[in-house]
């Protein structure tokens, strides 16, 4: 519907408005220039894991083998998948939240597994709680699947209910894969790596990715980390699927490493002079929204309409061109929000938010 229209604007895509900064796609270029265009290593180029396990030890003072203990992979969703597909048995269970990154039921059923959805709500900030998984737990649970950050609500765990969760994860012995895609976009929260919990790093698969942070959704380039067993596991999926990353991707993640901190901390600043603008805009016209405190989505309530989400997100594009995401696309505790992605400039989100001000008080 979106692409037949003129004039829409989009809340709807949850990707950076900026291109990669110049020094990374120099250096790809460079790269490509002096003749890099060559397979690379299964696991990736050295040097890039190299640069990822020093970035780990720096952030959190976690300590993974360049050789073996990392693995390059396209995309967070690569990592994804072949966690998912290395780990499962048929019919083996995953914990996952609801509301939740739209792939994760997907891709646990295409690796055989059944999607246990834990509901999240409003009133607790769309924090998953230890006693509620606990309760999911069955003798086919194999893994808990978290992404905090998370999209859509753009919530962040405290450290204090993460740890809860590491605790029931040694108890039952389970994995934890970890989608930590959107680690560096929190606004004033430090971000908590679930590997770097006291006894997690061994029962930890960690998803990491250069899409949001560096503005590189284009380039499919993420990571793994993980005990070696698992990596090697996951590696045989990749060798014979994927091979390796793009090397242009790899040379160009290298730079975003080395020297691309100053580039997220100033698109950070920007998404949360954004945040806080959408945020209040949202509940100034009654479409009630918590504070997300990381990634760059917020998702309002839109219930004082009584329409469906999908209703309200249908209408709002064809009477008054703003697209943003029915909160049921997430899962059943989305029903009733919108996800509203707010990586698009202040001038759109003020006209995006007049208009929808105009629709809610035609309807609400
Ligand atoms: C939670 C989450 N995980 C993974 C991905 C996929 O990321 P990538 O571009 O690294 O494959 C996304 C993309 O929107 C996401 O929101």
């Not at 049921?328 to 009733?336: D, L, R």
């Not at 003020?350 to 929808?356: C, G, Q, T, V």
Request: with cysteine; aromatic share 10%.
């Amino acid at each position: 519907m979106l692409s037949s229209m003129e004039g829409v604007i989009s809340l709807g895509v949850g990707e950076p408005d900026f291109v990669t900064p110049w020094h990374i796609r120099e250096a790809a270029i460079y790269s490509v220039e002096k003749g890099y265009t060559m397979y690379t290593s299964n696991y990736g180029l050295l040097q890039l894991r190299q640069e990822l396990a020093q970035y780990l030890e720096l952030h959190y003072g976690l300590s993974y083998h360049p050789e073996h203990e990392i693995l390059i992979t396209v995309g967070t969703s690569e990592g994804l998948d072949l966690a998912l597909r290395a780990i499962l048995n048929p019919g083996d269970e995953v914990i996952i939240p609801d509301p939740c990154y739209v792939a994760y039921p997907p891709d646990i059923i295409l690796a055989g597994g059944v999607p246990i959805s834990i509901p999240t709500y409003k009133e607790n900030n769309f924090v998953i709680k230890a006693s509620d998984i606990e309760s999911r737990i069955t003798k086919r649970t194999k893994a808990i699947l978290i992404g905090y950050p998370t999209n859509p609500t753009g919530a962040v765990m405290p450290r204090e209910e993460l740890n809860e969760i590491a605790m029931l994860a040694q108890q039952y012995n389970l994995l934890v894969i970890s989608d930590e895609i959107y680690a560096r976009l929190t606004y004033g929260i430090e971000h908590t790596c679930f590997a770097s919990l006291t006894g997690m790093k061994e029962q930890t698969i960690l998803l990491g990715g250069f899409s949001k942070a560096y503005a590189m959704t284009g380039w499919r380039i993420g990571y793994i980390a993980a005990n070696c067993q698992l990596i090697e596991a996951m590696t045989k999926i990749h060798q014979y699927t994927m091979l390796c990353a793009p090397i242009m991707a790899q040379m160009a993640a290298i730079e975003a490493l080395k020297n691309g901190d100053s580039d997220i901390g100033r698109m950070t600043q920007e998404y949360d002079r954004r945040r806080r603008l959408m945020v209040k805009r949202l509940n100034d016209i009654g479409l009630s929204c918590f504070e997300p405190k990381g990634a760059f989505y917020a998702f309002p309530s839109i219930e004082i309409t009584g329409m469906s989400s999908e209703e309200f997100a249908e209408k709002l594009l064809l009477e008054e061109k703003v697209a943003a995401v029915p909160g049921s696309a997430f899962g059943q505790c989305g029903e009733g929000f919108l996800r509203c992605c707010y990586a698009t400039s202040l001038s759109n989100i003020e006209e995006a938010l007049k208009r929808m001000g105009r629709f809610v008080k035609k309807y609400g």
